[in-house]
C-alpha cells in the first residue's frame, strides 16, 4: 500500500514540475523523508499526507488511486465471527 501511495505522490510531483527537495522545503520535511515516503518505506503521517496534497495541489483520491481492495469474503467472514456485542439492557 505504501509503495503504491508512494508511486501516487512521485508521479504528482513530477506533474507538478516540483524537485523532492523544494516540495520537501515546502513541507518543511528533510529530503531523505520524503524520498522515503515515494520509495512506500516510511510509514508516514495523515498531516504528512495532507501537506503533500496540499502543495502537489491534488485531491486525495489521485493519491490513493490504485491501492488494492480487502477482500470482501474474508472481511464478512471476520464479521460473522466477531459480532458487536450489545450491553444488556438496564433494568429498573
Avoid: W
Avoid at 512506500?40 to 496540499?54: A, D, E, N, R
Wanted: charge should be positive; include cysteine; aromatic fraction near 6%.
Amino acid at each position: 500500500m505504501l509503495q503504491v501511495i508512494g508511486k501516487n505522490i512521485r508521479t504528482a510531483r513530477l506533474k507538478a514540475g516540483l524537485t523532492q527537495e523544494c516540495l520537501a522545503e515546502l513541507m518543511g520535511i528533510h529530503v531523505q523523508t520524503l524520498s522515503n515516503v515515494e520509495r512506500g518505506v516510511y510509514p508516514f503521517s495523515v498531516t504528512t499526507f495532507v501537506l503533500i496534497k496540499q502543495y502537489l495541489g491534488v485531491d486525495a483520491e489521485r493519491l490513493l488511486a490504485d491501492i488494492t481492495e480487502p477482500d470482501g469474503e474474508r472481511t464478512e467472514r471476520i464479521k460473522r465471527l466477531f459480532p458487536r456485542r450489545r450491553k444488556p439492557a438496564a433494568r429498573g
